[in-house]
């Protein structure tokens, strides 16, 4: 059939508040327009972000119920364990309470000033982490992936060339090598199996580690599936098990692809690092076994990454946002293509060019969404990665608006109901203004800083 419904009938709905434009214009005004920081029960739509946000499965809720809240040894953290290494296969897995603290852990031994660290490309809270330790990051993407109109089948690539010539450049200087799948902060694009692995090989060629952020392996292993030659007869899980078979580590957000509204993991193989991080762990996070979290976020995190690689549930994951992408594209609004894996990712700056990239048009994008239709989304470009870490700012690579959908929330009324807003602004965007921060914090910004629109 052509169409693909949701894998999933809903037992239990949360109402949502209905607001009026009048209203909105309001409620982002008293927010310094920044969407953050509204408050969420004014929220239509929200489409901040898919980390945290989704609704969990009654096998996930019938789990929580098995949780076994002992401080040291609880069989809960066991079953975690059991559940991560069954698709990674890493020796150590460290619970963390969510990915930004394993980032912390992870740095705390491979940052420090003077360090260089390598990415397809950072997103903001790995970055931040490698900044607050004194360390530089670097994002190496191939040029498809800085082209929003590319319909490169794997924009998440690293640049093996640019890579090496960075480890020739500064090896001694490069603790580690990592890859992001998928690309989030590069519109939500795949890396392939082959980019993985050639990666992996050129890490262990320089004698450097190579880590995997892999917050949302699944939907990447999905188009391995569908896009790379020799991999359409091979599970998901098959899948994800040969891209972490080449890293000596991972990071790992579990309110991604682990279907987790809490929790993460710092997962390695070498004994010496994966003690000198417990020790992290147990200083800032909870015992080795907890890591920060509940026996039920356990429980509940070991059931979702059984049901993360179910095969129906990422076809209907992934034709919700390439549904969508094809209806802007449509009226002409651009749009990240080929369609990621978790966002719709609309191109800011292609769409305001009478905005300059330093007036932030992904900004001016976000407000007119919330004032126009209730719709949270997060502007990805030079407000998010614009600064610099000696305070200057210039243009991000891309100026960019993610509407991140969580995981089992929305349908397709919803989505049907987002590109009728699109349509709305479309028929405005000429009059949008640029905006100018007023206040903003010196790591990670965009979180809390205020704005103001221009006359």
Known sequence: ????????????????????????????????????????????????????TG????????????????????????????????LTNFKHIIPTHQGRAAEAILFSMM????????????FDTTRGNIEASGAEGAD???????????????????????????????????????????????????????????????????????????????????????REAGQGDRSITEIVRDCFSVADGMTMSAKK????????????????????????LIRTEGFPTYGGLSGRDLEALAQGLVEIVDEDYLRY?????????????????????????????????????????????????SVALFELGGIRAVEIGTVMFGRQPNGSEMPAAMDLVRLAFPRRTYTQSHADYIIEVFEELAAIKNSLKGYRITWEQKLMRHFTCKFEPLS
């Open 1 to 52: 059939m052509k169409t693909i419904f949701e894998p999933f009938r809903i037992k239990s709905v949360e109402p949502i508040r209905v607001t009026t434009r009048d209203e909105r214009v309001r409620l982002i005004r008293e927010a310094n327009f920044n969407p953050f920081t509204l408050h969420s029960d004014d929220v239509m739509i929200d489409l901040l972000t898919d980390s945290g």
């Open 317 to 365: 994951r992934i034709r919700t946002n390439s549904y969508i992408v094809e209806k802007l594209d449509a009226i002409g609004i651009p749009v990240v293509k080929p369609a990621g894996g978790h966002a719709v990712f609309v191109d800011a700056r292609a769409w305001l060019p009478h905005i300059d990239p330093l007036l932030y048009p992904g900004q001016a994008v």
């Open 257 to 280: 692809d682990a279907f987790g509204n809490i929790g993460g993991w710092l997962a390695l193989n070498d004994n010496d690092m994966a003690e000198t991080a417990r020790g992290h």
């Open 55 to 86: 609704a969990m499965s009654a096998a996930q809720w019938a789990a929580v119920m098995k949780g076994d809240e002992s401080y040291a040894g609880s069989p809960s953290f066991f079953r975690f364990e059991a559940a991560v290494q069954n």
């Open 111 to 122: 940052g420090g000033p003077g360090r260089r660290i390598p990415n397809n490309t950072h």
């Open 140 to 226: 190496l993407v191939i040029d498809e992936g800085l082209d929003p109109q590319s319909l490169h089948p794997f924009k998440g690539n690293m640049d093996l060339d640019k890579l090496r010539s960075y480890l020739d450049e500064h090896g001694d200087a490069v603790p580690c090598v990592m890859v992001t799948i998928t690309n989030n902060a590069g519109g939500g694009q795949p890396v392939s199996l082959k980019n993985i692995h050639a990666t992996g090989a050129l890490a262990r060629e320089y004698g450097k580690p190579f880590i995997i952020d892999g917050c949302r392996f699944a939907e990447n292993a999905w188009f391995i599936k569908q």
